[in-house]
């Protein structure tokens, strides 16, 4: 690599370059982030933001020795950068490149590989105590987090423990860009809004107002204690009320500035909070002016026009499509979502009913117990989260929603294999952390139709709380079913040799499976359970007519649809033996989604060629095989 950035190769060649030479440093890594993003996708938008930032945390503070964590991962490209891997960004996010986020496998300089927001002050609050109880004197621990990711409960949980201790070797950055995926909301959102503005007193309060429309009872209380107003304008009051030392407001693109802040900050000698205000997209105009969410994620795209290449239909458009034509059908239907409207979908929902949509930034727990008290008001709420984020949020599933059988449908999107994002962002543990809950039902669509279908049905319980779960990307082919068996759909029909129960999106790859065992004269019926809990009865008849029973889900094998089956038929005492294929128990690498499921063998040909071996081994003659012992 050619350039300044091509020079660094870690942090003491940063240290070495003169402040004449960091303006063309910065404009280097930008130039890098957007041709990385403009072909392979990423988070584009938080690291155009962080840029000087990063030049200046790593002038300060001696990484590895000075931990520095990153909330969320997803804003580290250009630490990335300066701790020498720089290179790799043409293959960024891509099978056997560098991670999205931080990878303690790629660098010594990552510590976490967080993607789940809100963890880096809790990290950085054990590894303080740590390094205080053990004497490493002059270590720090430094946690870059976002004014989005301080809307979680985690983060005030650790912001209390931080203050707690007068000499902790801790530093705290705030990169308040205003934003997580979309604006920050929230009374949080609200007080960090005030302080990045200088207004008179009246000017202030309609500013707030202005900012915090959905929360009158905070606008009231500004009015009613006109004396306390100064400390809205006062900046550091929110932070040293916990008793933690504040710098800032700082303006996070003036390096310098940020510099100088961050080493005051270092020598203090005890928990600080410095407070960088960012803006997301810096640099780049089609990020800066992209309304939505300021490229915070987009897929490969045009350079020059940020055009993004188009991605067909995916699950998400069905989903969002059909809830705001339940919306029009009920006006009981709310819809919550924790911090991601468009992500999710459901700004569509938004945009037909403003007054219908509750955003409680990254706060997962508290969506889920806010959709309690929303259905004991009579309402039936609608909570979107991608899967891989529901697992912070499942004791609220399970004490405060499924315990008072309440009529809450949360829908999972991104549910299985994810691929680009890596080992966290795969939703592969829903299907076996919620077959545990008491009364509560999940439904998996195996194509579009199925997916409108379902999401109706599921809003319809009234009884206890309902899960309808789809995966990321293109909406699969509709398969339409050429029989019922109770309320599952039979997708083929075989004489009794091999059960398939596919689930979901899977049934693509079963049906492609049972074609080719058919060549090979081995007849299967594939089956389409739609809801996976509680299994249909049926299931047991079906089973019992067949000599081996197969079961095919987009999840992790222990605990998911393959166990319920087995469960089920053996506490019928149907005597099939059940051969489970699903992703294996274990944190996936980074890849295409097509891709890892070709690698752990859940594809039609794997599954055909597994499938038959295991019907070889039960069709064996009893003289060939090995003699017990």
Known sequence: MDGLLGSVKGPDDVKRLGAEELPRLAAEIRELLVDSCARNGGHLGPNLGVVELTIALHRVFDSPRDAIFWDTGHQSYVHKMLTGRADGFDRLKQEGGLSGYPSQAESEHDFVENSHASTALSYADGLAKALKLRGERGRKA?????????????????????????????????NDNGRSYSPTIGGLASHLSSLRVTRGYEEVLEFVKDKIGGVPVLYDALHGFKKGVKDVLAPQVMFE?????????????????????????????????????????????????????????????????????P?????????????????????????????????????????????????VGIAEQHALTSAAGLAMGGLHPVVAVYATFLNRAFDQLLMDVALHRLPVTVVLD????????????????????????????????????????????????E??????????????????????????????????????????????????????LDAQGISATVVDPRWVKPLDEALVRAAAAHKLVVVVEDNGRVGGVGDAVARLLR????????????????????????????????????????????????????ESQPARR
């Open 142 to 174: 430094v946690a870059v987090i976002g004014d989005g990711a301080l809307t979680g409960g985690m983060a005030w949980e650790a912001l209390n423990n931080i203050a707690g201790i007068k000499d902790l070797p801790c530093v705290i950055v705030v």
């Open 241 to 309: 009320d916990l008793g933690l030392k504040y710098i800032g407001p700082i303006d996070g693109h003036d390096e310098p500035a940020v510099e100088a802040a961050l080493r005051k900050a270092r020598d203090f000698g005890g928990p600080v909070i410095v407070h960088v205000v960012t803006q997301k997209g810096r640099g780049y105009s089609p990020a800066e002016n992209h309304d939505e969410d300021q490229f915070h994620s987009p897929g490969a795209f045009d350079r020059a026009t940020g055009a993004e290449k």
């Open 311 to 359: 991605k067909g239909r995916i699950w998400t458009n069905v989903f969002s499509e059909e809830l705001v034509e339940l919306g029009a059908r009920r006006d009981d239907i709310v819809a919550i979502t924790a911090a991601m409207l468009h992500p999710t979908g459901l700004n569509r929902f938004a945009e037909a009913y403003p007054d219908r949509i509750y955003d």
């Open 414 to 461: 991104r549910a299985g294999v994810t691929g680009d994002d890596g080992a966290s962002h795969n939703g592969m543990w829903d299907l076996s952390i919620l077959q545990v809950v008491p009364g509560l039902a999940i439904a998996v669509p195996r194509d579009g139709e199925r997916l409108a279908e379902l999401l109706n049905e599921a809003v319809a319980i």
């Open 463 to 516: 009884d206890g709380p309902s899960v309808l779960r789809f995966p990321k990307g293109p909406v699969a082919e509709s398969i339409e079913a050429v029989g019922k068996l109770g309320q599952m759909d039979v997708l083929r029909s075989g004489d009794p040799d091999v059960l398939i129960v596919a689930v979901g999106p899977m049934a693509q790859a079963a049906m492609e499976a049972a074609v080719l």
């Open 571 to 622: 506490d019928a005492d149907v005597d099939v033996p059940v051969r489970t294929f699903g992703i294996p128990q274990e944190f996936l690498d980074h890849a295409k989604r097509a891709k890892i499921l070709g690698a752990i063998g859940l594809t039609g040909q794997d599954l055909a060629r597994d499938i038959t071996e295991a019907v070889a081994k039960r069709s064996a003659p009893l």
